[in-house]
């Protein structure tokens, strides 16, 4: 009986030394590659205080660079480099140069995303679901080569099998149908949803976000694009996924209100190479695509054919939170007027004390955000900044017709962007984001006048509004905003 517990105590005990030895390798990773000293300490000290629980969940959780990501891009450019150099040259003569105010709003873009502004572009605000969706099933029925989709969240529901259907057709009339779907966010959808794409013909993919070795575990990484392409000719980003709540019609979030945007010139094709670049990384394909003809736009519709735009991707690739740069941008480019909606507001002390700055600077600062909450953590977190925002001048708002979902903003009246990323750590750092950001002096001014329609829609908020709460409540708070670098 002794031998036998004995022999169970000494594999306990090197059991015990072995995640000992686990912990100290996991204590050592974390100081040598954490961005922050603070995240260093804070990861640390759970992993010594915890080693069981936040070992595991460092390797989950807890890394900031998406593994080979870059290094599949390169591989395609030098498997494909003559047509790289071809879609090059065919860029090339649409880039915009830069000149006076637009350089101090789009230079540190151009450099941060190694792309360019495009000159010749219409760009046509799609707000909420039913303008949008109308929008892309059109463009979709006159398809006639392919139609690029990617979102984040595909539902089998009313709209999602609208969509399904609609694709399905258009596969069998012979447009080839190439569609990405993140499987994290996409998770509720059945396999039939997809065998029934396939069966008609439509490639289909999820984007693997655990694909290889280094990426096994990490679930934290998730690809929020929205995108869809059309031949090359018209591209649509924003706000919107594919269920019936971007419709509006959902019991639980009432109106849902959402913006997207409608492309067409040449910067069409450069969205178009940013899923490529995704479609890559998730079957190690390269389509045949439409990259010699560009049409500006003519303009006859919306936006005049003038606009300069630049299709930012960012995303946890490299060195650089190309997120965080983004944001930062915006706000300290401002002079007169930022204006930022967006589901989320649960940010770093960077990006809180580049608000402050600019607000006690006399900017009109002002951030929209949900009244009611989707996830409750990230609605909880935000209570904790209320008020440092409110002490600065920055003005906080709830919008409480509905469930707030877009993406939006805009800086004086030079500078408009319309995407999927959120105004949140997750977005800046472990999220794969793109944004249509637009230099137009009359875009940026419609954008501004959708704005003011949904701030006359919202209720301001301050510190009061946490203050004046429960014990309880305050508490659930400052515990919200410790979890806010995953959020």
């Known amino acids: 009986m002794f031998e036998q517990l004995s022999e169970k105590a000494v594999v306990v005990a090197l059991l015990f030394l072995a995640w000992e030895v686990l912990a100290v390798a996991t204590i050592l990773n974390i100081v040598m590659k954490s961005r922050s000293a603070a995240g260093a300490w804070g990861w640390s000290m759970a992993v010594l205080a915890l080693p069981f629980f936040a070992v595991p969940l460092y390797w989950v959780l807890g890394r900031h660079q998406f593994k ?59 707000i909420d679901g039913g303008q949008t969706f109308e929008a892309i099933f059109e463009a979709i029925e006159s398809a006639e080569s392919y139609v690029l989709v990617q979102f984040f969240i595909v539902k089998d ?14 596969s069998r009339e012979g447009v080839r149908v190439h569609f990405l779907y993140d499987e994290i966010g996409s998770h509720k959808l059945p396999r039939r949803y997809v065998r029934s794409l396939r069966e008609a013909g439509a490639e289909i993919h999820p984007f693997h976000s655990t694909q290889g070795p280094s990426n096994r575990f990490q679930v934290n990484f998730r690809n929020h694009r929205k995108i869809v392409v059309v031949d090359g000719r018209v591209g649509f980003v924003g706000g919107h996924n594919v269920g019936d709540e971007y419709l509006g019609v959902s019991e639980t979030y009432g109106p849902w209100r959402d913006t997207h945007v409608r492309l067409t010139g040449p910067s069409v094709l450069s969205l178009q190479m940013v899923f490529l670049g995704d479609y890559y990384w998730a079957t190690r394909q390269v389509p045949g695509l439409n990259w010699t003809t560009v049409t500006p736009a003519d303009g006859s519709g919306c936006g005049g054919g003038h606009s300069v735009v630049l299709t930012l991707p960012t995303g946890p690739t490299g060195e650089i939170e190309g997120g965080t740069i983004f944001f930062l941008n915006a706000i300290t480019r401002a002079k007169r007027r930022l204006w930022i909606a967006s589901p989320y507001f649960v940010t770093d002390e960077s990006v809180r004390s580049a608000l402050q700055m600019v607000a006690l600077r006399g900017v009109d600062v002002r951030i ?49 962007a319309v995407g999927t990323a959120n105004l949140d750590n997750r977005s800046m750092r472990l999220n794969f984001e793109v944004s249509a950001v637009v230099l137009c002096e009359d875009f940026a001014k419609q954008v501004a006048s959708m704005l003011e329609v949904d701030f006359a829609r919202c209720r301001e908020v301050g510190a009061s509004d946490y203050t004046d709460r429960p014990l309880w409540f305050r508490m659930l708070v400052r515990l919200a905003r410790l979890f806010s670098p995953v959020l």
């Open 68 to 126: 080979g990501y870059m290094e599949r891009l390169r591989e395609a450019r030098a498997t494909h480099e003559e047509a790289y150099r071809e879609h090059m040259a065919t860029m090339a003569p649409h880039h915009a140069v830069l000149e006076g105010d637009e350089i101090r709003y789009g230079g540190v873009l151009e450099r941060l995303s190694e792309r360019r502004f495009t000159e010749g572009n219409e760009v046509c605000l799609l």
């Open 157 to 170: 529901d009313g709209l999602g099998n609208r969509f399904r259907e609609l694709l399905e057709r258009k």
């Open 368 to 416: 929209m955000i949900p009244g009611k909450p989707d996830k409750y953590v990230p609605w909880l977190a935000t209570f904790a900044c209320l008020g440092e925002m409110e002490a600065a001048g920055v003005r906080v708002f709830r919008y409480v017709e509905g469930f707030l979902h877009q993406k939006v903003l805009v800086v004086d009246d030079c500078l408009a």
